[in-house]
């Protein structure tokens, strides 16, 4: 008998993912890519305004253990109806803090399947996989997917010119 | 002197979209179920309405007909999974259609160069020319050219 080729599509091992809603939506994202949770409040004070880019989805950086993040919002990133964010994920190995309604649970996800090829926009970006949860179907978001290289190297284009205005008038006299 | 000519038949299953009929290769086709909850989250692929959920696999659900007759379906009976080429991957993909599908043999006649790209070929039943369809030039996918459509509207979308 022939053995059965493993399904590459497939992850059998458990990861603990964090259901969470933006826009009413629901996603999951592995608990291991973020690396903290904080409410919109606690960012009053440390959130600084930056000019206005082709990155829609960006108009605010937290300064954060000597670095720089980039606050996304979610609503704009996958284009759904505006919701008001309460919380904000600060992700692991990418400058991004994420703009959240609400935390759903933590969970466990057993299966991840890749996105079908069908879906062949943006959206292979996004995502890692989707995942089947209690009777639902729950799309796992890929934590670098929010911001990309090009985003990215316009964001911090941005904040550097920031920075050198900022210089330029603290040193000129009144 | 009689000349035999042998006949290729081939299985095709007819479906139905509205009032007009279709067929794909019988080999394509996977199974005909019943309409199940959709799944949608937010993508780009707006030829994608969401997934289905079927033996514990996520399908992508893809309304051709307004393509194929020009209107979205307002009945939906049955979804016709059928097996759709990524290149050399094979991956299910449901199609919702509006009425019963059928089993026949048939031969196929070849498409023209004239026919649109989701045409692959035409076969002849109950006096009605059908068009055989061709999944990849149909439904969305990476790395492929648009169909062309006298019902397609112009979308970002890219399409075998």
């Known amino acids: 008998m022939q053995a059965v080729a493993p399904n590459k599509a497939r992850t059998p091992r458990a990861e603990q993912i964090i259901l969470f809603r933006i826009g009413g939506q629901l996603f999951a994202i592995s608990s291991a890519s973020v690396q903290e949770v904080r409410s919109i409040d606690s960012l009053t004070g440390i959130c600084h305004e930056i000019p206005s880019t082709s990155v829609r989805k960006v108009r605010h950086t937290v300064r954060r253990n000597d670095q720089t993040h980039y606050v996304v919002n979610g609503t704009v990133h996958f284009g759904i109806p505006a919701a008001p964010a309460s919380l904000v994920f600060f992700l ?11 935390i759903e649970k933590m969970t466990t996800m057993t299966y991840l399947q890749a996105l079908p090829l069908a879906f062949c926009h943006e959206e292979r970006n996004w995502y890692r996989g989707l995942t089947p949860l209690d009777q639902t179907v729950v799309p796992v978001v890929r934590p670098e997917g929010f911001l990309s290289t090009e985003e990215l190297t316009l964001l911090d284009t941005a904040v550097q010119e920031l920075k050198k205005e900022a210089k330029g008038s603290a040193g000129a006299p009144e | 002197m009689s000349v035999v000519t042998e006949i290729a038949l081939e299985a095709f299953v007819l479906l139905r979209l509205g009032e007009r009929r279709f067929a794909l290769k019988a080999n394509q086709i996977v199974e005909l179920i019943a309409p199940s909850r959709v799944f949608r ?4 692929t707006t030829a994608l309405e969401g997934v289905i959920l079927r033996r514990g696999r996520i399908i992508p659900i893809c309304d ?97």
């Open chain 1, 92 to 102: 692991r190995h990418t400058p991004t803090a994420l703009l959240i309604d609400s």
């Open chain 2, 41 to 44: 989250f937010p993508h780009r």
């Open chain 2, 64 to 160: 051709v007909s307004e393509q194929l007759v020009g209107k979205k379906l307002t009945v939906r009976r049955f979804y016709l999974i059928g097996h759709r080429l990524f290149g050399t991957q094979k991956e299910a993909i449901a199609l919702p259609v509006s009425g019963d599908c059928e089993l026949i043999t048939a031969e196929l006649t070849p498409r023209s160069e004239s026919d649109l790209a989701h045409v692959t070929g035409w076969l002849s039943h109950g006096g009605d020319a059908i068009e055989v369809l061709n999944l990849e030039g149909l439904t969305p996918g990476p790395l492929a050219t648009r169909a062309v459509s006298p019902f397609s509207h112009p979308v970002a979308e890219v399409r075998a």
